[in-house]
């Protein structure tokens, strides 16, 4: 919680798809009690439902279509552009599925975070549900980390944890750490944007003291 009065962190969100990310950021993060403030969502794609979730919570929608600026190198120089225009103090990536250049996040390094739907290092890149059931893992789970030039490589923040139970699926693994996601994706962006957490080198500091690991969550127990 800010303290009254105090200025807010302001925070840009970049986007891809639906939003559930976003919307759980909105929904925890946000308002008269919340930590931040979001200076506008960023999406790579023109009408996806996330644009629709920040013209709904009153947040300014910007679109850098990818398609439109004709390859890599010019989407990354649009991406800057606007992104100098808005001044974030943190940049948090909500299900944006575009890999960013080295320049930008060396730019914000120690203030861009991401969540990925593996316990990292384990399983970066795409399809890690169905990763997880080929290869037989008892636990499967999300990582909220900071985001460096290696893909989904940055250190560790916090990870939600479960269990696979037998008859799991690709979909019902998808449904269980988007759940995990929602709880601590606002949360991780809370202890940033309150000072709780920093990186410092390539290490996480929480309330003052080098982490060896990321905060673990584990899912609630069924029964």
């Not at 996330?50 to 004709?70: H, K, P, S």
Request: hydrophobic share 45%; aromatic share 6%; with cysteine.
């Amino acid at each position: 919680m800010t303290t009254a009065g105090a200025a807010r962190p302001r925070v840009a969100v970049l986007v891809s798809g639906n939003g559930s990310n976003l919307q759980a950021i909105i929904d925890r993060c946000t308002g008269p009690q919340g930590s931040i403030e979001l200076a506008a969502v960023i999406s790579d794609r023109p009408e996806v439902f996330a644009l629709e979730r920040a013209r709904q919570a009153g947040v300014a929608g910007v679109t850098v279509d990818y398609r439109a600026t004709g390859d890599r190198e010019a989407f990354a120089r649009s991406l800057a552009a606007e992104l100098d225009r808005l001044r974030p103090d943190f940049v948090v990536l909500a299900g944006f599925m575009r890999i960013l250049p080295a320049t930008l996040v060396d730019r914000y390094r120690g203030r861009m975070l991401n969540v990925h739907p593996s316990l990292l290092p384990k399983y970066p890149g795409l399809d890690t549900y169905r990763r997880v059931l080929a290869a037989g893992d008892p636990w499967h789970g999300a990582t909220v980390h900071f985001v460096t030039a290696d893909l989904d490589a940055g250190p560790a923040i916090v990870q939600y944890r479960l269990r696979v139970r037998p008859g799991d699926t690709a979909q019902s693994l998808r449904e269980r750490v988007q759940a995990g996601e929602h709880q601590i994706y606002p949360q991780a962006v809370g202890w940033i944007a309150t000072g709780r957490v920093t990186l410092r080198e390539h290490t996480v500091f929480m309330d003052g003291a080098a982490r060896a690991a990321p905060v673990i969550v584990d899912e609630p127990s069924p029964d």
